[in-house]
């Protein structure tokens, strides 16, 4: 079965581009031909851009200014970030002809798979994405959600939902990412939806092997601190003096951590999403406020923290349908006793999870 995925597989995420990677990588070891489709959604793009006409059009004169200081700055790091995530697009991921409108969309497909990730998010997508939607002609083509999500489920209004109901009829099968979007669904929609895995956890450590980059420094914890919480650093600070290790943070660059007393801290200002997956296959111990960064941490068997945070509710509901909800503390916390994680117990509960997801693909690959 010809194969064709709708994601945000071009963002500078490296949870966005992991999980196509992987949702690319089942569908293939399952004998499908796979395509990641190459749309370029506008606002995606317009994050990569140097200056953002958004920011430039809402900004007074001096806040102008010193938001033009302030990227000029960053630029160095900011230029060696988009290369490599286009690196990894164009190396890791099988793309389509490009596409910059619905009606650019590729054909010939036998099923497009849409998402994983916030793809019918209107606050993220700047709307409802015709795109992500399936409002574009199927060619013959099945239509199947996996995983798909549309954020917060209580920011949409009553017109919002109306529009739901109307854009989803062009999917012949649903499942989404959380519970809480299949009960809302159902609720505004009357829909029935699957619940299903992010791609990240439907595959083992060894697909992921394949291309992470084993770092140069060694035992040290890594913080992923994609929301910049102050507290984050001196948590896995407190972490790591308690087991003689070293800080490798990625996600904050605040210049006072650079100072002797911090002489052990590392600050990694850019990454590729192969280098990401090396920071965590070998850290000591992983920290993060990230949901993509704690599930890359179970795949590949680590300990590991989740942070609280206003975001964390993903998170903490994996970690507690794993068994681990101890794994999930405030980043104000100290760290009086460490414990390694049972993997096996782990394992088998996420066995028993990913049979659903599997199920879900299995049934809508069918020829």
Request: glycine fraction near 6%; include cysteine; charged fraction near 25%.
């Amino acid at each position: 079965m010809k194969i064709g995925i709708l994601t945000f597989h071009n963002a500078l995420n490296y949870g966005a581009v992991l999980q196509c990677y992987a949702l690319q990588h089942y569908l293939q070891e399952k004998g499908h031909d796979v395509e990641v489709i190459d749309y370029r959604a506008p606002f995606i793009e317009e994050q990569k851009k140097f200056l953002s006409k958004t920011e430039l059009r809402r900004r007074g004169f001096v806040a102008l200014v010193r938001y033009f200081i302030i990227r000029l700055l960053a630029w160095p790091a900011w230029r060696k970030t988009v290369h490599v995530f286009h690196q990894f697009m164009v190396s890791q991921l099988h793309l389509s002809p490009r596409a910059a409108t619905a009606v650019d969309i590729p054909t010939g497909y036998d099923c497009i798979f849409f998402g994983s990730d916030q793809i019918w998010s209107p606050k993220l997508c700047r709307g409802f994405n015709p795109v992500f939607w399936g409002q574009f002609e199927k060619h013959g083509a099945r239509f199947v959600s996996y995983a798909a999500s549309i954020g917060e489920t209580s920011e949409l209004d009553k017109p919002g939902w109306q529009q739901v109901q109307q854009r989803i009829k062009a999917f012949d099968a649903v499942s989404v990412r959380e519970k809480s979007l299949c009960q809302a669904l159902q609720e505004h929609c009357g829909l029935s939806a699957s619940v299903c895995l992010d791609p990240t956890l439907l595959v083992d450590a060894a697909v992921f092997d394949k291309i992470s980059v084993r770092p140069e420094e060694q035992d040290y914890v890594f913080l992923f601190n994609v929301i910049d919480d102050p507290a984050a650093s001196q948590f896995a600070r407190r972490l790591a003096n308690r087991l003689g290790s070293s800080v490798v943070i990625k996600g904050q660059a605040k210049p006072q951590l650079k100072s002797r007393r911090d002489k052990l801290v590392l600050l990694k200002e850019s990454m590729s999403p192969e280098e990401f997956l090396g920071y965590i296959k070998y850290a000591r111990c992983i920290v993060a406020n990230s949901f993509h960064a704690i599930a890359l941490s179970i795949v590949f068997q680590k300990d590991c923290y989740a942070l609280k945070s206003r975001r964390s509710g993903r998170v903490e509901g994996l970690l507690s349908s794993l068994g681990l909800a101890d794994r999930i503390v405030a980043a104000t916390e100290s760290v009086d006793k460490i414990s390694s994680i049972d993997y096996k117990a782990v394992g088998e509960c996420l066995a028993l999870m990913r049979q659903s997801s599997t199920q879900f693909i299995t049934c809508q690959t069918k020829k």
